[in-house]
């Protein structure tokens, strides 16, 4: 079964229900998500795991990637492993806010040892890469679609839980500024507050609790800024050698491409991160007139209409001259 592209009322609680069948017949859950994972992928697959051990299910949480430094307060991050069981099978496996199984990362276990993949994800561009396929591009993150999930099967939201979907969704929304901020999405943020989430709290440990590698690294990205297209684009760069220099991991770049953006009259920003020699990262905004979604798949990559990111081989030069060819053609 698969739901996708604006599903009706009507086909969201079908799919919902089947899932929370399925959870309430099985026993042993892999639960992963993405590579280079942000707030609202860590935050969505420890809040479904906190959920099913709720329910005395085996669950195993999963990520090919450490977890970044300023997500490692979350309730249950201490229980991520970056390399599933080599003798494990498991009656389900979950891939969360995955847009491709190809992001899932190499550890992610063969299929034949999984016996059914449900893919739940708010990325228009998703492959349907599950058995079953909930993808809802209206919802603001994978957060408030786990929200729903455990509310189907049910599960209490407990502050744990709570604490891992109001991260999700307050990351994936830039902090209820983006254009995915919907009343629902309120409405979930308010269930998780009365939950006993400190709001605060929250932003105080994903916004003002940086590491001093990030904020020495910071000046050096800045310096690489540079406005194109008449100021219509913004951009910036992270290089190996960066990271080297202050002694910062790749995760702490994660809210760098806000600045470029908040460049007035940028209506694309980009930020291109090195991640081995003739290999970049490639992350792109939009302020809403140009879908970087459609401009990601060109090169493989995915995301939303405002938020989007791919990987590009070449040089530097190379790269940006490919992106930004693409970039031009969009206006």
Same mark, same amino acid.
């Given at each position: 079964?698969?739901?996708?592209?604006?599903?009706?009322?009507?086909?969201?609680?079908? *799919?919902?229900?089947? *899932?929370?069948e399925?959870?309430?017949?099985?026993?042993?859950?892999?639960?992963?998500?993405?590579? @280079?994972?942000?707030?609202?992928?860590?935050?969505?697959?420890?809040?479904?795991?906190?959920?099913?051990?709720?329910?005395?299910?085996?669950?195993?949480?999963? @990520? +090919?990637?450490?977890? $970044?430094?300023v997500?490692?307060?979350?309730?249950?991050?201490?229980? *991520?492993?970056?390399?599933?069981? #080599?003798?494990?099978?498991?009656?389900?496996?979950?891939?969360?806010?995955?847009?491709?199984?190809?992001?899932?990362?190499?550890? =992610?276990?063969?299929?034949?040892?999984?016996?059914?993949?449900? @893919?739940?994800?708010?990325?228009?561009?998703?492959?349907?890469?599950?058995?079953?396929?909930?993808?809802? +591009?209206?919802? &603001?993150?994978?957060?408030?679609?786990?929200?729903?999930?455990?509310?189907?099967?049910?599960?209490?939201?407990?502050?744990?839980?709570?604490? @891992?979907?109001?991260?999700?969704?307050?990351?994936?929304?830039?902090?209820?500024?983006?254009?995915?901020?919907?009343?629902?999405?309120?409405?979930?943020a308010?269930?998780?507050?009365?939950?006993?989430?400190?709001?605060?709290?929250?932003?105080?440990?994903?916004y003002?609790?940086?590491?001093?590698?990030?904020?020495?690294?910071?000046?050096?990205?800045?310096?690489?800024?540079?406005?194109?297209?008449?100021?219509?684009?913004?951009?910036?760069?992270?290089?190996?050698?960066?990271?080297?220099?202050?002694?910062?991991?790749?995760?702490?770049t994660?809210? =760098?491409?806000?600045? $470029?953006? &908040?460049?007035?009259?940028?209506?694309?920003?980009?930020?291109?991160?090195?991640?081995?020699?003739?290999k970049?990262?490639?992350?792109?905004? &939009?302020?809403? #007139?140009?879908?970087?979604?459609?401009? &990601?798949?060109?090169f493989?990559?995915?995301?939303?209409?405002?938020?989007?990111?791919?990987?590009?081989?070449?040089?530097?030069?190379?790269v940006?001259?490919?992106?930004?060819?693409?970039?031009?053609?969009?206006?």
């Amino acid at each position: 079964m698969t739901v996708s592209s604006k599903p009706s009322r009507t086909k969201r609680k079908q *799919i919902l229900k089947k *899932i929370a069948e399925t959870i309430r017949r099985e026993r042993r859950f892999l639960i992963a998500s993405h590579e @280079n994972p942000e707030g609202d992928a860590i935050g969505s697959i420890l809040a479904l795991g906190l959920g099913l051990q709720q329910l005395g299910k085996k669950v195993t949480i999963f @990520n +090919p990637d450490p977890t $970044p430094e300023v997500l490692a307060f979350l309730p249950g991050a201490g229980e *991520i492993v970056h390399r599933a069981p #080599k003798d494990g099978r498991f009656d389900v496996a979950f891939a969360l806010d995955c847009g491709d199984k190809r992001r899932l990362g190499e550890a =992610f276990p063969r299929t034949e040892r999984v016996g059914r993949l449900i @893919n739940v994800d708010h990325h228009g561009g998703n492959t349907q890469f599950g058995d079953v396929n909930f993808i809802d +591009p209206q919802a &603001s993150s994978a957060a408030e679609m786990v929200f729903d999930l455990l509310r189907e099967i049910p599960v209490k939201i407990s502050r744990a839980i709570g604490e @891992n979907i109001y991260t999700g969704i307050l990351t994936d929304t830039g902090s209820f500024h983006y254009s995915n901020t919907t009343g629902k999405t309120f409405a979930v943020a308010r269930e998780c507050i009365l939950a006993g989430v400190e709001p605060w709290q929250i932003a105080e440990k994903v916004y003002e609790t940086q590491p001093v590698a990030c904020l020495r690294l910071l000046p050096l990205v800045l310096e690489t800024l540079k406005i194109e297209e008449d100021g219509r684009v913004s951009s910036v760069v992270v290089t190996q050698r960066m990271l080297a220099r202050v002694g910062a991991a790749p995760a702490v770049t994660e809210g =760098f491409i806000n600045y $470029p953006r &908040s460049v007035k009259g940028t209506e694309v920003a980009l930020l291109f991160r090195e991640i081995q020699p003739k290999k970049y990262r490639v992350s792109f905004r &939009s302020r809403g #007139k140009i879908d970087v979604s459609r401009i &990601s798949r060109m090169f493989q990559g995915g995301g939303h209409p405002n938020a989007a990111g791919c990987t590009v081989e070449g040089t530097l030069g190379e790269v940006k001259t490919k992106v930004l060819a693409q970039v031009r053609a969009a206006f």
